[in-house]
């Protein structure tokens, strides 16, 4: 099979596993499967963040990822901490 080129934003050269697991069927994402899926992703997770404690994953943008966390803080009595990065 000649190489294939993803053009994301590429041009890529993507590897034989990573095309057959692109080949695979699409599974529900409300279904058990994908429930066992993301909690096997989440235990792995804990290693790689070295913790004990829960690994939340959101299946959202960074921007989702961080009004949620603004929405749990505001709701909670936890004073928040602030910083600036980049350039204003």
């Keep these: 099979m000649p ?4 053009f994301i934003p590429g041009p890529v050269v993507v590897s034989e ?4 697991a692109m080949a695979k069927p699409l599974i529900n994402h409300r ?6 899926l993301l909690h096997r992703i989440a235990d792995r997770m ?5 913790t004990k404690g829960d690994v939340l994953l959101t299946g959202a ?3 989702g990822g961080l ?3 603004a929405r749990v803080i505001r ?3 936890v004073r928040p901490a602030s910083s600036a990065s980049g350039s204003p």
């Design 17 to 20: 596993p990573v095309l057959a």
């Design 61 to 63: 943008s960074g921007t």
């Design 46 to 50: 804990k290693s790689i963040f070295a």
């Design 75 to 77: 709701s909670s009595r």
């Design 3 to 6: 190489k294939s080129l993803l």
């Design 31 to 36: 279904g058990p499967a994908y429930a066992r």
């Design 67 to 69: 009004e949620a966390s």
